[in-house]
């Protein structure tokens, strides 16, 4: 009955002291978190330091880097873990100096280490050497101070006239009369652009010849906002807001697994199970708008298809409403479980539930027809987008878009929570690489999440009265110990989510610190749609279906 | 049947007719009145079309209601919509190449029109609705909708916006890749009637193909040559700009082509343009291949409206149905299939017609 696990054989595990061992004389000391160990190292051996972890040990995968300041100095933190098992993680804290932070990039060995770190020292002020292109990400480059960092100015003002700073409109933006490439400004008012992303693209007659995504303009300090707001009852609406397309509860899972973790509160099982279902409804109406909006990118028009996956999601919205209250802030989880029960009366919620399922391969058989069966869709979208694996797990693509691109790598099977490793479903893998493989996914991800849910129904038909406990035993308030970190992630609709918390005794986070899976999978942009054309290059920006409410956080 | 419409009397002579009017001043007051009364028409049709039809038609393909609010079956909604049109403030860029940015929407549905005169469209009473039947009408209706890619590249290349010169150039390069296989597949028409003249043309559709069952079902060169029809509908969608070749727009890739900065009257007239386009392109279709006005029972005219409404549903259902092709695909199916195609089937035509027949 339960989900097959894969094979781990292949992967050798390192204790501590191997992994100490490897990395040897780097080591200045040891900061270990809660779920994996820690190494210090110097500033200046960060590229060595993750070379060898990821070519001799294994991990591959550049999750997250964090950055933070502590009294005495800064911190960026590289959280690695391994694709084949993400259960092995280590982190390599490098702390830098006070007074002239810099350290070294990681963008040598990992590629993903580019917007993260531009993120750091956007947000907290590290400098890193060797950074390809080190600037502003997510505030405007005007902006003056570090906004997490100690000594920032919470009231300077940060309006500032174009008079008074270097006015980008003056300089001559001309291409080189002789330049034969256009520039293009695609957005941040652009039909196709999914919410407010800039993409600055360099074109050749119709071909794409550079193209750098601009982010930040729906940039709303949530990781600040988290920051100050305690761990109990504020953060949790929160995560609704990151990936606000249906995935409210897959965000919330992602808060509740760190915190729950971090406090050592056991969920009870029937949680777990509501959990598992309500995820997997948030799962497959994110799916459905991905489908819809991909149908618009490539059709041009609103045609059947759209229309249909909002009928489809609609559906599973009214499940929610049902289930939650809410049709898209949901705020249902709470530390410990979740806020209430199955409404009642409980046998029409689970019809209601199960009518939909029953509808659902009819559903499907429609989309299969009309999207992933039409030639002019296939002529439109198999073996453009490519994005081979390599460069796939080096931006630290996760999500869909790994999964399309052959790499088997799903947390809820890999790094099991809830209920998932007790039910019985696959994790969907095409190994196309393209535009085309991506769309796969999501339509079949949809059918095993339906599968899911359909396990948690007959689960929740079944339990016994007296043992339906939805929340456990909490206290009021939480104060994890001080200088407790842990990094945590699961599965969310758009791949990895994973929130860093560094506790400080008190009750609200000294560091909240948001892995969102857009903000990776965006980066892989400029690799698939350079050479293509600019069509191309919205159909691949489409299927890596980003909200950029995640990606600007 | 055949040659009932040829040395018909056309509108201008009737209209001069009925007013007592004789010479040349009959005649050019008759033309011009009869222009009026065609024009007319056809801009009323595309006012059904653009802010009505379309919605209701495209919401039945993909589920929705559209506009039903305003009016019976929401046919208000024409009113409502050209207040608000005509009412929006005209912005024009700042850099905007003045006199091209201000013809572009003018030339864009007078070429259109242009191509109406010589199109026959049958008996209304007893007024037979032709404005002019000159011996090259197929080449004229032709030359005509060609204009319309100059309207498209004026508007785009005087914009000054890299969208809308985009929009403009692929306009050009799809209207050369579509124009040649389109007017090939007319030839073999030509060589069916010959004729270029449209009443011959339609005249000759009037003989029986077979009969069935006591039905004739006409020669109509759609049932004589279905696969010319065929390509000529492909490269007519094309022509017209319609999906799956709607690229010279793309909202989702280049916002919308050439009229990105148009706004207010200018950009009604490019949107009546448009529809004054594809009715045009399905006149064409009905005269040469779906016998023009002909039909039992009802007039001719209400026969060749229903035609031309027919290809406009048909481009309709396309474009909720079919996904865009690329820009580079559209121009490979356009060099490298319909070309040849339509090439094979004037040749074999021609062999057919001269050799066997």
Sequence with gaps: MSIELPETAGVTEQSPEELEALLDELVIGRDDHLNAPGYVIKPDTVVESLRRLRDDAGFDHLSCVTAQEYDDRYESIYHLKKFDDPTQEVSIVVPADKENPVSQSANAVFRTADWHEREAYDLVGIEYDEHPNLKRILLPDTWQGHPLGQSYDQDQPQVVPLREHKNPLLEDQRAASESETMYLNIGPHHPATHG??????????????????????????????CQNSTYRYQIMPYPDRWDYISAGLLNEWAYARVAEDMADIEVPEYAQVIRTMGAELCRMAAHFLALGTFALDIYGDFTAIFMYSIRDRERVQNILEDLTGQRLMFNYFRLGGVVWDLPEPREEFIENARDYLEELPTALEEYHDMMTANEILQLRTVDTGVLPPEVAKSYGATGPVARGSGIDYDLRRDDPYGYYDKLDWDVVVEDGCDNYSRLLVRMREVEQSAKIVEQCLDLLEDWPEDERTIQANVPRTIKPKDDTEIYRAVEGAKGELGIYIRADGTEKPARFKIRSPCFSNLQTLPEMSNGEYVPDAIASLGSLDIVLGEVDR | MAGLLQGEVLLPEQLADLMGLEGPLGVAVGALLGAFIVGNIMLAMTGVAGPWAKRKITAAFTDRFAVNRIGPFGLFIIVADSVRLLGKELIIPSNADRPSYDLAPIVLPASALLGFAVIPMGDLGPLNIHLADPEAGLALVFAFASIASIALVMGGYASNNKYSLMGGLRAVAQNIAYEIPLIVTAMSVVIFAGSLQMSTIVAEQGATLVSLGGIDIPAWYAFVNPFAFVLFLVANMAEIGRN??????????????????????????????????????????????????????????????????????????????????????????????????????????????????
Excluded at chain 1, 197 to 225: N, S, T
Excluded at chain 2, 347 to 352: D, E, F, N, P
């Design chain 1, 196 to 225: 407010v992303l800039h993409v600055k693209a360099v074109l050749d007659g119709e071909q794409v010849v550079d193209l750098e995504p601009d982010i930040g303009y729906l940039h709303r300090c949530e990781e600040q906002m």
């Design chain 2, 244 to 357: 799956p070749f709607d690229i010279p727009e793309a909202p989702t890739e280049i916002v919308a082509g050439y009229q990105t900065e148009y706004s207010s009257v200018y950009f009604v007239l490019f949107y009546l343009g448009e529809f004054l386009h594809i009715f045009l392109g399905g006149a064409i279709m009905a005269t040469i291949f779906l016998g023009g006005p002909a039909g039992p029972v009802l007039p001719g005219f209400v026969w060749f409206v229903i035609k031309i409404w027919a290809f406009f549903l048909f481009t309709q259902w396309a474009r909720s149905a079919l996904p865009r092709v690329r820009i580079d695909q559209l121009i490979e199916i356009g060099w490298k299939g319909m070309l040849v195609l339509s090439f094979a089937n004037l040749v074999l035509t021609a062999i057919i017609v001269g050799v066997i027949a």
